[in-house]
């Protein structure tokens, strides 16, 4: 018997691999997977193709009365990976880029601008089946997920990863830059006065700084399976 859909919410600091495991949930589940970073990534974008977002400032009026002109969706392109659509405009490889992260990392302190993804989050919940990570998705977008995870990594490794993936991509990259940067996020993610990262209380938390990537994703598997098989016993 198929058991009762249910929802993954995945949480933690920039770079933790995240994505890495609720991709391999989705895939093996069948469920859908959605990268609510994307989302903000999107906003960024737009707003600095808008000129509201520069180096130097935030339009938040001119924002703030554009938002929901905002549509993000996902679709699969032809290897059945998820790519990020800005209003109809595949954007993924776009919202890839340092400006991008730093933008985004921007525009997701404003209450605005997470009152309109959560709501865009929540609605893409509404049937369950769903893997979503993020920063707030077990304590604000689902709050009653029925399994929810909140990974950490030491800042050197997280940096170490994203620096030798941006000298894969040859691009120009230096280590203690790339550390700083990551530091800097996780100092703004924990400490913004908007849904702030934080462990909700029920999450399960795993440091996979030690820990590969089967092996993680073997332990959730077999926590899944006993959270549904508990569900379906209740
Ligand atoms: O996970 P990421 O690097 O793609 O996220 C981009 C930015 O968006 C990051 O600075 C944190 C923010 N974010 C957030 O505030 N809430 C989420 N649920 C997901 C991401």
Wanted: proline residues 2%; hydrophobic residues 35%.
């Amino acid at each position: 018997m198929q058991s009762k859909r249910i929802i993954i919410a995945i949480d933690g600091y920039s770079s933790c691999g995240k994505s890495t495991i609720a991709r391999g949930l989705a895939k093996h589940l069948g469920y859908i997977y959605i990268d609510s970073g994307a989302m903000y990534r999107a906003v960024a974008l737009y707003a600095i193709r808008q000129g509201w977002l520069t180096e130097k400032e935030i339009d938040e009026e001119a924002l703030h009365r554009h938002i929901s002109d905002i549509h993000i969706t996902f679709n699969p392109n032809a290897h059945g990976v998820q790519e990020t659509y800005l209003n109809g405009e595949n954007v993924e490889r776009e919202i890839r880029s340092l400006q991008v992260a730093n933008g985004a990392s921007r525009v997701s302190t404003l209450a605005f601008v997470r009152r309109e993804m959560v709501h865009q989050q929540q609605e893409m919940g509404k049937n369950k089946g769903v893997v979503m990570d993020g920063r707030d998705i077990g304590t604000v977008v689902f709050p009653e997920a029925e399994m929810k995870l909140f990974l950490t990594t030491s800042p050197e490794i997280r940096a170490r990863r994203r620096f030798e993936e941006m000298i894969t991509k040859g691009e120009q990259a230096e280590y203690e830059a790339v550390l700083a940067n990551v530091k800097e996020r996780d100092l703004r993610d924990t400490t913004r006065t908007e849904s702030p990262l934080r462990k909700a209380d029920d999450a399960f938390e795993l440091d996979n700084t030690h820990i590969g990537v089967e092996e993680q994703l073997q332990w959730a598997l077999n926590m899944f399976h006993k959270i549904t098989a508990q569900n379906e016993q209740n």
